[in-house]
């Protein structure tokens, strides 16, 4: 068994910056891919960036130039650097981890920008 554990989240003016971090602890010998998603109120949990094992990452074009998902393997840490934060970035943040064949999802994390 995986556990998750968010931090980071909170209220920021819009123009701010955030960053959250996902702490795996438990069976975590083998951790592959790594997201964060987001859901606002009402609408779907859409992907926001993707790391691989790799390094290799990906992002929603709503957040490129603007996020930064980073790992620290070590650590068992994935992060997400939020800069120039826009009202329409307030959701609940999820992280997501690949852990051999199974798939483990954070509480979540509030982020509310204020404009």
């Known amino acids: 068994q995986v556990q998750l554990v968010e931090s980071g989240g909170g209220l920021v003016q819009a123009g701010g910056s955030l960053r959250l971090s996902c702490a795996a602890s438990?069976?975590?010998?083998?951790?592959?891919?790594a997201g964060w998603y987001r859901q606002a109120p009402g609408k779907q949990r859409d992907l926001v960036a993707a790391i691989s094992s790799g390094h290799s990452t990906n992002y929603a074009d709503s957040v490129k130039g603007r996020f930064t998902i980073s790992r620290d393997n070590a650590k068992n840490t994935v992060y997400l650097q939020m800069n120039s934060l826009k009202p329409e970035d307030t959701a609940v943040y999820y992280c997501n981890l690949i852990v051999g064949y199974f798939e483990y999802w954070g509480q979540g994390t509030q982020v509310t920008v204020s404009s």
């Open positions: 438990g069976s975590t010998f083998s951790i592959g891919a």
